[in-house]
C-alpha cells in the first residue's frame, strides 16, 4: 500500500460482492486478495503496524493513573483485573480485524450494516462514546507539567490549582491535534509519535525497575496478574489474631520489627465550609493534611487496606470476603483502560485497513489536512470471492493480524500496566492514596527518595552504579524525568484518542450517509478536520466545567465499561451474519466474546452503584 490513490481492485466477472444485512447501506466491491507478508525475522519490523501504534497508545490513563492507585494501596494482587481485561481485548482486537480483511471496512461501519440500519447504531453508539470526549488523559497530564515548572508537586489545598489545570489542559488539547493535521496520512504521523513514546518511556522504567527497584517487587507484580480472584477488603494484618505475624501477613512490608496494623477507623467530617449547619469536610493538621482517621501509628497512611481472594474465603470459610469499595471506581476504570478500553480499540479496524492489509489494499486511507495530498479513501469495502486460491491466503493474513495483536499490542499492553506499578509497589509506602490532582505526579517523590539514597542490595548500588547516579541532584533529576514521562504518556494517548474518536465516526458516515458518499473522495481529509473542530470545542466545555480531574476519569471509565461490553457482542453479530461462513469465527471466539462482555458489564454496573453511593 502506498501513499498514492488505491489501486482498483481486480474484479473477476464471475463474482458478484454480497449485499448482506441492511439494505440502507452501499453494496459492496468486489477485488482480489493481496497476499499477507512472509513472517521472517530480517523483515519484522515492516511486519508491525496497528499493534504498534494501538499498544504505544495503551500505555495511558490506566497504567499511569488508576494503575498506580490501585498497586500503592492494595498492591499488585489486584493486576488481575487488568489482566483478564488485556486478554480480552486481544480477542476483540483480533475479531475487529476479521471483518476489515474480508471488507477493507472498519468495524464501525459492519456494524451498521446490521439491521434495522444505521441511524439506531448512530444513537445508540454516540451515548455510548461519550466517554471518549472526556479528555481526562489532557487534565490529568497537567498535574506533572504543573510540578515540573513548580519545583514540586501540586498542592490540592491550592486554590489556583484548578484554574491552571484547565489553562494547561486545553492547552494540551490544542497541541494534541497538530500530529492530525499535518503530515500526509494520519496513520504514518501517529505511527512515529507513539514509536518514540513506547522507546522512551518502556527505557525509562527498565532503567529505574532493573536498578533500583528489588527483584522481589518484578516477582510481585508478575504474580499479580494471575491472582485470580483477590478482591479489596478492609482488616488487619493478624488475620488469625495470634499475636505475631505469620508468613504473608505483612500485607505492606512493615512489620520487619514486629509491628502488626489494625485497622484505623475513619473520622466523620467536623468542618462546616459553606455554613448551611451540616458539616462538609474534615479538619486539617498542621501540616495541613485532612484528619480522615485514626493515624496510630502517626504514619500518615490509613492501616487496614488489604486483599482476600474469594475463592480461599468461599473454600475455607463458605462466605464471600467484605469487600472493600473504596476504589472501586478507580478499580474499574484500571480494568476498562488497561489496554485501550471501550471504543477505542476500534481504530484498530481503521489502522488495518490504512495499512493496507488485507482488503484494505484496495480501498485507501485517510489523509491529514496538510501534506495528504493524493491520498483517497473509496466510499464503499471491498470484498473478495472465497475460493481455494483466496482462503489459504485469508488464512495467512488473519495470522499476521493474530501475530501483530499479540506479539506487539499484548505484550505493550502488559509491559505499560506492569513497569509503572514497579514505581507506585516499590517506591512508595504501600497504603498510599491519591487524591484528585496528584495521581499523575505522585510516584515522582518515591523515585526521587530511591535515587538520591538507594538502599545496598538494589542492583545500582551492587555494581557500583551509584557513584556515578546518586545523591540529592541525582535524584532530583529522576524526579524531573519521571513526570515528563507521564506527561509524554497522558498527551499522546490523548492524541490517539482523539484520532480515534473522529476516525471511527468519520469512517461510518463515509460510507452510511448518503450525502457524504456523494463527495468527492479527496474531501475525506477536510471533512476529518472539521470533526476535528467540533471535538476540541466539546473538550474545551468538558475541562472548564466544575468537574475534577478524578471525577472526569471515573465517569468516563465507567461509560468505557458498557461500550466494550455492547461493542464486543455486536461485532460477534457482524461476523457472524455478514462474513461468508468459511470466515466466521469458531465457537471457542464466540463464546470467548460473550463472557467479555459479561466482563466488563459487571464492572460497569459496580463502578455505577459506587458512584452513585448505593453501595459504600
Not at 247 to 257: H, M, V, Y
Not at 463 to 479: D, E, Q
Not at 588 to 597: H, K, M
Request: contains cysteine; glycine residues 12%.
Amino acid at each position: 500500500m502506498t501513499d498514492a490513490a488505491p489501486a482498483a481492485g481486480k474484479k473477476p466477472t464471475d463474482f458478484v460482492a454480497p449485499h448482506p444485512g441492511s439494505q440502507q447501506m452501499p453494496r459492496w466491491d468486489t477485488g482480489e486478495l493481496i497476499d499477507a507478508p512472509g513472517f521472517k525475522l530480517r523483515n519484522i519490523l515492516g511486519l508491525i503496524g496497528p499493534g504498534l501504534v494501538m499498544g504505544a497508545a495503551a500505555i495511558g490513563g490506566g497504567e499511569w493513573l488508576a494503575g498506580p492507585q490501585v498497586t500503592a494501596r492494595y498492591g499488585p494482587s489486584l493486576l488481575w483485573v487488568a489482566a483478564i481485561s488485556i486478554l480480552f481485548q486481544v480477542l476483540y482486537n483480533i475479531e475487529i480485524s476479521r471483518y476489515t480483511l474480508y471488507t477493507g471496512e472498519p468495524i464501525f461501519t459492519g456494524k451498521f450494516r446490521v439491521p434495522p440500519g444505521p441511524m439506531l447504531w448512530v444513537v445508540l453508539y454516540l451515548l455510548l462514546d461519550w466517554g471518549a470526549l472526556a479528555p481526562y488523559l489532557a487534565m490529568s497530564a497537567a498535574s506533572p507539567l504543573i510540578a515540573i515548572f513548580q519545583g514540586e508537586l501540586p498542592k490540592p489545598n491550592d486554590p489556583n490549582l484548578a484554574m491552571l489545570v484547565k489553562i494547561i489542559a486545553s492547552g494540551i488539547i490544542a497541541a494534541c491535534a497538530v500530529p492530525l493535521i499535518f503530515g500526509g496520512k494520519i496513520y504514518n504521523s501517529l505511527k512515529v509519535v507513539m514509536s518514540f513514546k513506547l522507546v522512551t518511556v518502556i527505557g525509562f522504567l527498565l532503567f529505574l525497575g532493573v536498578f533500583y527497584s528489588y527483584s522481589s517487587t518484578w516477582l510481585e507484580i508478575a504474580t499479580g496478574f494471575l491472582k485470580i480472584g483477590n478482591v479489596p477488603v478492609i482488616r488487619s494484618e493478624d488475620s488469625n489474631g495470634n499475636g505475631v505475624l505469620d508468613p504473608g501477613e505483612d500485607f505492606d512490608g512493615d512489620g520487619k520489627d514486629g509491628h502488626i496494623d489494625i485497622v484505623e477507623p475513619l473520622l466523620p467530617k467536623t468542618v462546616d465550609t459553606n455554613k448551611d449547619g451540616v458539616a462538609d469536610d474534615w479538619a486539617k493538621d498542621a501540616q495541613g493534611n485532612l484528619i480522615k482517621f485514626e493515624d496510630s501509628d502517626k504514619d500518615n497512611i490509613r492501616d487496614g487496606a488489604n486483599v482476600e481472594n474469594i475463592f480461599t474465603s468461599l473454600f475455607t470459610k463458605g462466605t464471600l470476603p467484605q469487600m472493600d469499595w473504596a476504589l472501586m471506581a478507580m478499580i474499574a476504570g484500571l480494568a476498562a483502560i488497561a489496554g485501550n478500553g471501550g471504543l477505542t480499540n476500534t481504530p484498530i479496524s481503521n489502522f488495518t485497513r490504512d495499512q493496507g492489509w488485507g482488503m484494505g489494499h484496495h480501498v485507501g486511507a485517510i489523509p491529514s489536512m496538510i501534506g495528504g495530498q493524493g491520498i483517497t479513501l473509496s466510499h464503499v469495502g471491498c470484498v473478495f470471492d472465497v475460493n481455494a486460491e483466496s482462503l489459504p491466503r485469508w488464512r495467512r493474513w488473519y495470522n499476521h493480524i493474530v501475530r501483530d495483536q499479540t506479539l506487539a499490542w499484548m505484550m505493550a499492553c502488559f509491559i505499560g500496566v506492569g513497569l509503572p506499578s514497579i514505581l507506585s509497589v516499590g517506591f512508595l509506602p504501600r497504603g498510599t492514596e491519591c487524591d484528585d490532582y496528584n495521581t499523575a505526579s505522585l510516584t515522582a517523590g518515591g523515585v526521587e527518595q530511591r535515587v538520591a539514597n538507594p538502599p545496598a542490595d538494589v542492583l545500582a548500588s551492587q555494581i557500583g552504579l551509584t557513584s556515578i547516579i546518586s545523591g540529592k541532584s541525582a535524584g532530583r533529576f529522576f524526579w524531573g524525568c519521571t513526570l515528563f514521562c507521564g506527561f509524554l504518556v497522558l498527551t499522546t494517548s490523548m492524541a490517539s484518542t482523539i484520532d480515534g474518536f473522529i476516525r471511527r465516526w468519520l469512517d461510518a458516515f463515509w460510507t452510511a450517509i448518503p450525502a457524504l458518499r456523494r463527495l468527492d473522495i479527496s474531501q475525506i481529509g477536510k471533512v476529518y478536520f472539521c470533526l476535528l473542530v467540533g471535538y476540541l470545542v466539546i473538550a474545551f466545555g468538558v475541562i472548564w466545567s466544575p468537574i475534577s480531574p478524578a471525577g472526569v476519569f471515573k465517569i468516563a471509565t465507567t461509560g468505557y465499561n458498557f461500550a466494550f461490553a455492547i461493542s464486543a457482542w455486536h461485532t460477534l453479530v457482524v461476523n457472524t451474519t455478514l462474513l461468508p461462513k468459511e470466515l466466521r469465527p469458531n465457537w471457542f471466539i464466540r463464546i470467548g466474546l460473550v463472557f467479555a462482555g459479561l466482563f466488563f458489564v459487571c464492572l460497569g454496573v459496580m463502578s455505577v452503584l459506587k458512584m452513585s453511593g448505593v453501595i459504600k
